[in-house]
């Protein structure tokens, strides 16, 4: 589903993101990524999403470079990945119903369409009963429970997700792990960048971790140490 | 699937408008008041530019023909001057108009009448030309013409007000495209600024898979219809102004006798066109600068 090949990524600052990195994520796994501040998590996600390339090496998605997509491609890439970030990345003037739905009428889909799909999705994150309320109006774990059911909205296979929970008290982080259990379970493939012990070690799953860009552990039902 | 792309974008870029409201009107105010800068630079100019070609229209050629030229030769002269190239209109002066018009003006003057004695004067042709610069080339036409006695050319006076008249028309071109320039950095930059606080909505919009041409097309025809409220507002001035100028100002000054209020709605029309065109610029510039590869 995701590979990496000796994959490299200088910021034309100079800065080394990630160094010779390689590995392997199959279609249904749930994949931590996990390390400091600044050792590469994002970097990597970004590579996923194509939000960068990479320097040197490649990075296979779905079964292709990403690196040799057309802008038209990576529009279409990104609708088979959902992504999540820490800080929601929400549009503040849209409500909740709206939000979701705009990932979806940007693809061009019909209205009712829309309705059933923007309906199930936000039934599944549980914010059905405040559809029409805007961001502002919402908790953080509400907020990102909007941003997953936005991830979500078109099926994709790959969710990644960029620290989902950095923003969220660890009750609410607990919720939306549990989200993310059961989208896992319904075969998503799910990569989550974290530096948070607790959830990693007590999920028992595939942990990658960086040091300096470097990939310094990769485990099955691994711990953050 | 394309009817619902189409109306994507027509939603989208409505919303954009009537959202921010203040910061739209504030973008169609300004638009609005470059575009009437714009279009009374270029009024002005035309004005200017009229009066003194009036100026120039009022410059004439008078010929003075032989004595005894018969009156077949005087229209096969006629018809061959008004059909020169540039010639407005000849007037056939006989010479004894010419004497009654001279003694209309020396009225109360005997001495000169009486030095004059009997009516000494030939008969005549003033020509008027369409524009000041054909004086000197007929000139030269005309003189080479047989049964003429002698001819009076304004040259000295033709050459200077060509001369002043091409100044002025190099002069407008340059400040009309100094202003066009001006224009269209100012509305160009007022269309993008109103875009900045969106940013987070072009990245969001590329996250989520949108093709470029659903994240451009709600922004360009957002720029656009703000250039097309700017550009009726504008016109809207424009053209009041320019009715208290032709009716207060144009009439009371006899230099601007020989000018006629030029017709504005080719230039309102291209002033609306300017307008939407650099607010499409504007929203293409910021798309350009913020869009991510």
Not at chain 1, 75 to 96: E, S, Y
Request: include cysteine; charge should be positive; aromatic fraction near 10%.
């Amino acid at each position: 589903m995701i590979e990496f090949r000796n994959v490299t990524k200088y910021y034309d600052n100079g800065v080394l993101a990630l160094d010779d990195v390689s590995f392997k994520i199959e279609k249904g796994e749930f994949v931590f990524i996990v390390g400091a501040t600044g050792m590469g998590k994002s970097t990597l996600l970004k590579l996923i999403y194509r939000e960068e390339l990479p320097t040197k090496g490649e990075v296979i998605v779905g079964g292709v470079n990403v690196a040799r997509l057309k802008p038209h491609q990576v529009a279409l890439l990104r609708r088979r990945l959902g992504v999540v970030f820490q800080d929601f990345k929400l549009l503040p003037n849209k409500t909740v119903y709206e939000n979701v739905a705009f990932a979806l009428e940007v693809m061009g889909y019909s209205n009712r369409e829309i309705r059933t799909r923007v309906g199930r999705v936000l039934d599944i994150v549980g914010l059905l009963h405040k559809s029409n309320c805007y961001p502002s109006e919402l908790s953080g774990g509400e907020q990102q429970r909007t941003s997953i059911a936005r991830a979500l909205v078109n099926n994709p296979a790959i969710l990644i997700a960029d620290e989902p929970t950095g923003n969220l008290d660890i009750t609410t982080s607990w919720e939306i792990m549990d989200y993310f259990k059961r989208i896992n379970a319904r075969g998503t493939t799910i990569v989550m960048a974290t530096h948070n012990k607790e959830i990693v070690d007590t999920m028992r799953q595939r942990v990658i971790g960086l040091y300096k860009g470097r990939i310094v552990k990769d485990e099955y039902k691994g711990s953050y140490e | 699937m394309k009817i619902y792309s189409i109306a994507f974008i027509l939603r989208e870029a409505w919303k954009g408008l009537t959202r921010a409201r203040i910061s739209t009107f504030a973008a169609i105010g300004i638009i609005a008041f470059m575009l009437v800068l714009l279009g009374t630079v270029f009024y002005t100019f035309n004005v200017i530019q009229s009066v003194f070609t009036g100026i120039g229209e009022q410059l004439e050629i008078v010929l003075y023909l032989k004595d005894g030229l018969k009156s077949e030769d005087r229209e096969i002269l006629k018809n061959k001057i008004s059909s020169m190239e540039g010639v407005k209109e000849v007037i056939y002066v006989s010479k004894d108009e010419a004497w009654k018009r001279f003694k209309e003006s020396f009225k109360g003057n005997k001495f000169v009448l009486e030095i004059m004695g009997k009516n000494p004067l030939p008969d005549s042709f003033e020509i008027k030309v369409e524009r000041p610069e054909y004086i000197e080339i007929l000139a030269k036409e005309i003189t080479a013409l047989p049964g003429i006695r002698d001819i009076d050319i304004p040259l000295e006076i033709a050459r200077r007000v060509n001369r002043l008249i091409s100044w002025i028309e190099f002069g407008g071109v340059i400040i009309v495209g100094v202003f066009v320039v001006v224009s269209l950095f100012v509305i160009s930059n007022v269309i993008r600024l109103s875009f900045v606080s969106r940013i987070k909505e072009l990245e969001i919009m590329q996250l989520v898979g949108a093709t470029s041409f659903f994240i451009k097309g709600p922004f360009i025809l957002e720029g656009v219809l703000c250039g097309f409220g700017g550009g009726i507002l504008g016109v809207i001035v424009f053209n009041v102004l320019v009715f208290l100028f032709n009716k207060y100002v144009l009439s009371s000054f006899p230099l601007f006798s020989g000018f006629v209020p030029c017709d504005t709605l080719n230039l309102s029309l291209s002033l609306i066109l300017f307008g939407m065109m650099v607010g499409g610029i504007g929203s293409v510039i910021f798309l350009e600068r913020h869009l991510k590869r």
